[in-house]
């Protein structure tokens, strides 16, 4: 079987996931998260030596979960864009069309992930996490034509 038509599998599955993320209902993807902020926290407090009160540990966990979802996105949409721009790479799409059409690619795939979550219970659709999710991609996309040219350069001084 030819390669350039298996490469498009990582960037199939990795869609694959992130709808299934966007299928849970806010409370059960609220939760997940929450638990990781947990962790961190409870790693926190045992480098420090410091225990938080109930509420303000609470508080603590609220806002760092914030940042564990969002960065949950950028993830995630930074390997979108890396199997993206992967695939490409493969069918001889180099340079900056590469770089285009991975990090739109993913944004329309973030635009219509961001509808789909409009009409699972108690979530929504917001344009600053179709924002970030392009942001993952454009870096995902980046980091691999970074990877390529330093093969490149490696390839040339021998």
């Not at 059960?28 to 225990?51: F, M, P, R």
Request: proline letters at 2%; hydrophobic letters at 45%; aromatic letters at 12%.
């Amino acid at each position: 079987m030819k390669l350039k038509y298996i490469t498009w599998i990582p960037a199939a599955i990795v869609m694959i996931i992130i709808f299934a993320f966007s299928a849970k209902p806010a409370e059960h993807s609220n939760d997940s998260s929450k638990i990781i902020a947990e962790q961190i926290l409870n790693v926190y407090e045992n480098i420090t030596n410091n225990e938080y009160e109930y509420n303000v540990r609470e508080r603590l966990i609220d806002k760092i979960n914030h940042y564990v979802r969002k960065s949950a996105h950028f993830l995630e949409y930074a390997l979108l864009g890396f199997c993206i721009c992967f695939h490409l790479t493969i069918i001889k799409i180099t340079g900056l069309k590469q770089f285009l059409y991975a990090t739109a690619l993913s944004a329309l795939y973030a635009s219509s992930d961001e509808i789909h979550q409009y009409f699972v219970p108690g979530r929504s659709c917001q344009l600053t996490d179709i924002l970030l999710d392009s942001c993952g991609a454009a870096s995902g996309a980046l980091l691999l034509i970074f990877i390529l040219y330093l093969i490149n350069v490696i390839k040339r001084k021998r």
